[in-house]
């Protein structure tokens, strides 16, 4: 009775009792592709399944080979969670590959380098939306201090001083304006590392903050827009003018650029999957 249940539950773990996967895959009587207790995507088959294929599997290794690849790409900015979607993606087109259905497993392939590439650009976002949202705060709070606190902002700066630091303050949240709006638009991706993308998110603000500065500068001392400051409106243009020089940070070449991974991965010598296959299950 015990043996026929066995039988019936479809995942040959007779066969492949020596396998302890964290996560099979797919388990037939033919192969096993499963992902190990180190996170790693694995696979085994049978001699029977070797010997019969031996001479057809120009597609099936094609796929297995870029298959390794891709698990070789780095993610470490990534979820966890989203590393092992990834993976089981990969899985899934090794497991057609090794069914000899290689138009579905290059299919999937594309799909989980479009999963990869969507989390990528998500994590790269997050991060750079951060470093410029959390160093916009500090130039606000600063400048609310100053605002709440005229008086001794006058008597330590300046009047002109002061209104020059708020016009700084003016332009940071401008360049934080123009971060966002396009923030949709922006293809980093997150294997450049998380360090570069803080910086690129900080430095935007920064230049916005003295991109403003030198505007607001320009106007106090009527070089520019002086036909708009007539009337005890220098500051508020000075303001203004310092928001929409911030904004312009989008002009600004990106100190990130886009990695190309496909090419970057293929230069690099990388064991395959097929180097680690691990040959007949224990009988």
């Given at each position: 009775m015990d043996e026929c249940k066995k039988e019936s539950r479809g995942d040959y773990s007779d066969v492949w009792a020596h396998i302890q996967p964290k996560h099979l895959i797919?388990?037939?009587?033919?192969?096993?592709v499963f992902i190990d207790e180190v996170n790693d995507l694995d696979w085994e088959t049978t001699r029977e399944y070797d010997e019969r294929q031996a001479v057809n599997m120009s597609e099936c290794n094609a796929i297995k080979n870029e298959a390794a690849l891709m698990e070789e790409i780095p993610c470490a900015g990534l979820h966890a969670n989203a590393i092992f979607r990834f993976k089981r993606l990969i899985g899934e087109a090794l497991v057609c590959g090794l069914e000899g259905d290689s138009v579905n497993g290059r299919k999937?392939?594309?799909?989980?380098?479009?999963?990869l590439n969507d989390r990528c650009e998500e994590t790269s976002r997050f991060w750079y939306l951060s470093a410029a949202s959390l160093m916009c705060l500090v130039f606000i709070f600063v400048g609310a201090g100053i605002w709440f606190d005229k008086l001794s902002a006058k008597q330590l700066f300046g009047e002109t001083g002061m209104w020059l630091a708020l016009a700084a303050v003016s332009g940071s949240i401008g360049a934080l304006f123009s971060v966002i709006m396009r923030s949709g638009k922006l293809h980093f991706d997150c294997l450049n590392g998380r360090s570069l993308h803080y910086l690129e998110g900080v430095s935007r603000i920064w230049l916005g903050g003295i991109s403003g500065l030198f505007v607001a500068l320009a106007i106090k001392y009527e070089i520019i827009f002086a036909t708009f400051t007539a009337g005890g409106k220098m500051a508020g243009v000075m303001l203004i003018g310092a928001f929409a020089a911030g904004a312009s940070e989008r002009f600004a070449?990106?100190?990130i650029t886009k990695l190309d991974s496909s090419s970057t991965h293929h230069e690099q010598s990388i064991t395959t999957n097929k180097d680690k296959h691990k040959g007949v299950p224990h009988e």
């Open positions: 797919r388990a037939t009587k033919n192969f096993i999937m392939l594309d799909k989980a380098k479009k999963y070449s990106s100190i």
